[in-house]
């Protein structure tokens, strides 16, 4: 059974899965940001157990192949680097689970950062779409609308 679950789990099948797989989780945030589901399921460690294991399975199925993870650390050395790196696949898979477990927490800790100034829900759809798309632009466009809820600017929070 093992083997036929690692069989199915091809990098093509786990991104699919964790494209779709957050999305229940933006969702929640979006339209139900201040809801007992969104605090239990979605600003929790719930997410991020599940795309750990996922993480963790695709650095499973990597060292299975052989792959050369010591290579990695030549994204520091320029762009030709970076982009040869981005070449694989699996480091792709890597990136890309990284990428969408960091604009989650973000997400997440912009609705438990909103309710502490009260922030309009439907004004806050629009940081955490742009969160959900670009993430760090929606990063600025929310402290921008938390600034005139806050009704002061503090780089220190």
């Not at 970076?82 to 898979?93: A, K, N, V």
């Not at 604009?103 to 829900?121: A, E, P, T, Y």
């Amino acid at each position: 059974m093992i083997e036929q679950i690692f069989t199915y789990f091809t990098i093509e099948t786990l991104y699919m899965w964790i494209n779709l797989g957050v999305l229940p989780f933006w969702l929640i945030l979006i339209f139900f940001p201040q809801s007992y589901l969104s605090r239990f399921f979605v600003t929790s460690i719930f997410p991020f157990i599940l795309l750990s294991g996922i993480y963790i399975f695709i650095l499973y199925k990597s060292f299975l192949i052989g792959y050369d993870f010591s290579g990695n650390f030549n994204l520091y050395l320029g762009l030709n680097e970076l982009s040869r790196l981005f070449e694989d696949s699996l480091y792709l898979m890597i990136f890309w689970t990284h990428f969408i477990s960091i604009n989650l927490f973000v997400g997440g800790w912009i609705v438990k950062d909103s309710q502490k100034f009260s922030i309009n829900k439907i004004l806050l759809a629009i940081p955490l779409i742009i969160t959900y798309l670009i993430g760090p632009l929606g990063i600025f466009v929310y402290w921008i609308i938390r600034i005139f809820y806050a009704k002061r600017i503090n780089l220190y929070e």
